[in-house]
T-cell receptor
Framework: GAVVSQHPSRVICKSGTSVKIECRSL??????MFWYRQFPKQSLMLMAT?????????EQGVEKDKFLINHASLTLSTLTVTSAHPEDSSFYIC????????????FGPGTRLTVL | SQQGEEDPQALSIQEGENATMNCSYK?????LQWYRQNSGRGLVHLIL?????REKHSGRLRVTLDTSKKSSSLLITASRAADTASYFC????????????FGGGTRVLVKP
């Protein structure tokens, strides 16, 4: 099956700093990537949809200036949490969807962000 | 926002027993998918059932879909300790680039 990686898997940062998380599709071209956030013992909440070469579409209530998404190539999307605060501490998961796999998204292993 | 709810929120069973969890959703869908997530890990895709299908099997997993009731169930037969995880349903409404909407999840504990 298709593989999606995320880097880093775990990051701890100080309040006010910015953190970049990478999502890569390793063996297929991902025309669309999705970013989710998951708080402890809760479900995944979609943050934004990222299409290669265009601006991301954010879900209601997600600040686009705080969560910067870039999808510059068919295999890489990045999520930057700007001026992170403790309430941004969460598990961030990306998924990728490619033209050859209609309906199925492939999920990355997630990134645990802890803001001190 | 979440599409619907999963029931129960938590389930504790003995190894060898069956585990059943349900998912309800609100809008029309193209397909419904079930995922497993071990604590602190990513999602593992289990099974996809299309809106024109009523039942699907994969190993020890059996999924049903009732579009008239907007509900689905996941049955794990002969459970094992390794099945301990959270299970999520996710619906694909077929619009907006295959955006998935997840249910609240069921935490399953299989005791050896």
């Amino acid at each position: 099956g298709a593989v999606v990686s995320q880097h880093p898997s775990r990051v701890i940062c100080k309040s006010g700093t910015s953190v970049k998380i990478e999502c890569r599709s390793l063996d297929f071209q991902a025309t669309t990537m999705f970013w989710y956030r998951q708080f402890p013992k809760q479900s995944l909440m979609l943050m934004a949809t990222s299409n290669e070469g265009s601006k991301a579409t954010y879900e209601q209530g997600v600040e686009k200036d705080k969560f910067l998404i870039n999808h510059a190539s068919l295999t890489l999307s990045t999520l930057t949490v700007t001026s992170a605060h403790p309430e941004d501490s969460s598990f961030y998961i990306c998924s990728a969807w490619g033209l050859h796999d209609y309906n199925e998204q492939f999920f990355g292993p997630g990134t645990r962000l802890t803001v001190l | 926002s979440q599409q619907g709810e999963e029931d129960p929120q938590a389930l504790s069973i003995q190894e060898g027993e069956n585990a059943t969890m349900n998912c309800s959703y609100k809008t029309s869908i193209n397909n419904l998918q079930w995922y497993r997530q071990n604590s602190g890990r990513g999602l593992v895709h289990l099974i996809l059932i299309r809106s024109n299908e009523r039942e699907k099997h994969s190993g020890r997993l059996r999924v049903t879909l009732d579009t008239s009731k907007k509900s689905s169930s996941l049955l794990i037969t002969a459970s094992r300790a390794a099945d301990t995880a959270s299970y999520f349903c996710a619906t694909d409404a077929g619009a907006a680039g295959n955006k998935l909407t997840f249910g609240g999840g069921t935490r399953v504990l299989v005791k050896p």
